[in-house]
């Protein structure tokens, strides 16, 4: 069983020990805010390539959105878990700061996701797998390292960007646990397959001892070895992606012409459910105006059945009998359920997202291949080093530490520091780049 005041505030750490003016939990929010792979979402897509005159999300949007959702779960758990656990009060600890630990994590759950959303993910893991030039590093890694480059993972990515200290952010370990999902590396499976934790991983081979601390720091059991239960916030950061994506990739449906405003507003009012008042939506002109009313009650409803289940569930949780998504047994779990199959197939299967889906693939299969193959040259086949990759290394940028004779997974693994932290326009323009589609100015 684990327990709370370990979870929140390990070997001592206090809300606002160092600090009068922010807690650690508002620190570690904004640092994330202020760093550059939070920013480079701005220009990362959410679902939709960036069209000209519609606004839909960006990772960078999604984020924020999913971060107020997460801290109104965070909050509402928070004062739950202190009018049940006293002792959690006599440490000074408030709502808003479970808010802020959920919130925070939140902001950050995208944070390693590459350029072109899931298809970059594919995309990458296909280059190892199946490209000439990717499996040429098979043969220089160890079988675990071999797991993680053919099944990049966004989640994994995210944790490294975390604890790497030239990111600046430094978060708490509440935080960073409440990040990581899916507390296992890619090579080691649950016993039970199940478990919603063990649905994907979390962190890369190179960051198995990170994790392997911060469990210990929290108490946190294996359910395996390296293979760890969810922090019980995470659930909360998980449901707060899942409310958003379902209701504002609609949205977004809806404002592009996908789904029509009359199916979009249905779908909405099945979750409002007796709050719902067509008459008074009708006061509103503008199609806009109703959508965001809509959306609006529909979030609130998802966040109040939430939290119920958080609560009543709270006790499995804490011994990890639990291990599924709030969101598929909260009472609007069938209309989730159905926005998503339509969702499906109106909006993940329409033609500008399969297009954005298929040039996220050649772009980034072209600059994995133009580097890495490259870097192969220079580190473990000299004789056919030329100056086309000399020329292609000389782009990496300045904290590449090109002359220093690193194993090739870390060599691997920068790399995809380098591609994965693109945003979608970086990445298109400097695939045009390097091969020869677009020549600088002079």
Request: hydrophobic fraction near 40%; proline fraction near 5%; aromatic fraction near 10%.
């Amino acid at each position: 069983m684990m327990n709370w005041e370990k979870l929140l505030l390990p070997e001592g750490l206090k809300p606002s020990d160092t600090d009068l003016q922010r807690s650690q939990f508002e620190r570690d929010f904004d640092r994330i805010i202020f760093s550059a792979p939070f920013r480079n979402l701005q220009d990362k897509t959410q679902v939709f390539p960036l069209p000209e005159n519609d606004f839909v999300h960006t990772r960078l949007t999604h984020s924020l959105e999913v971060s107020s959702v997460g801290r109104s779960l965070g909050k509402s758990a928070g004062k739950f878990l202190l009018d049940k656990y006293p002792e959690l009060a006599a440490k000074k600890l408030q709502p808003f700061d479970i808010g802020g630990i959920v919130a925070t994590a939140a902001l950050a759950h995208d944070i390693g996701n590459p350029p072109f959303g899931h298809a970059g993910e594919e995309a990458i893991s296909d280059f190892f797998k199946f490209h000439d030039i990717g499996k040429m590093w098979e043969q220089k890694c160890s079988a675990n390292e071999w797991q993680d480059l053919t099944n990049f993972e966004g989640n994994a990515q995210g944790f490294r960007m975390l604890v790497d200290t030239r990111n600046g952010m430094n978060i708490s370990p509440a935080t960073l646990a409440a990040f990581t999902k899916y507390p296992r590396p890619a090579w080691c499976q649950s016993t039970d397959k199940k478990r919603r934790s063990q649905k994907k991983f979390g962190f890369y081979t190179s960051n198995l001892s990170d994790y392997q601390l911060l469990a210990q720091k929290m108490g946190i059991p294996q359910l395996a070895e390296n293979c760890y239960m969810r922090h019980p916030l995470a659930f909360l950061v998980e449901a707060a992606d899942d409310i958003c994506y379902s209701i504002i990739d609609l949205e977004d449906g809806c404002t592009l012409g996908l789904v029509s405003l009359e199916e979009t507003i249905l779908l909405m009012a099945a979750i409002i459910g007796e709050r719902y008042k067509p008459e008074k939506l009708r006061e509103y002109s503008s199609p806009k105006q109703k959508l965001a009313i809509m959306r609006a009650m529909a979030i609130s409803q998802l966040i109040k059945e939430t939290t119920f289940v958080f609560e009543q569930y709270e006790t499995e949780i804490l011994s990890g009998e639990f291990d599924q998504a709030l969101t598929e047994i909260i009472p609007s779990a069938k209309r989730l359920e159905a926005i998503t199959e339509l969702s499906v197939k109106k909006i993940y299967r329409s033609q500008p997202v399969l297009e954005k889906e298929a040039a996220g693939y050649q772009v980034l299969e072209g600059l994995l291949s133009t580097f890495s193959e490259a870097l192969f040259h220079y580190h473990f086949d000299k004789e056919r080093f030329s100056g086309h990759n000399k020329s292609i290394l000389r782009l990496l940028p300045e904290e590449y530490e090109l002359q220093t004779d690193h194993e090739a997974y870390v060599l691997m693994r920068e790399l995809l520091d380098f591609i994965s932290g693109m945003t979608d326009k970086h990445a298109l323009s400097l695939y045009r780049r390097v091969k020869g589609i677009t020549i600088p100015n002079t």
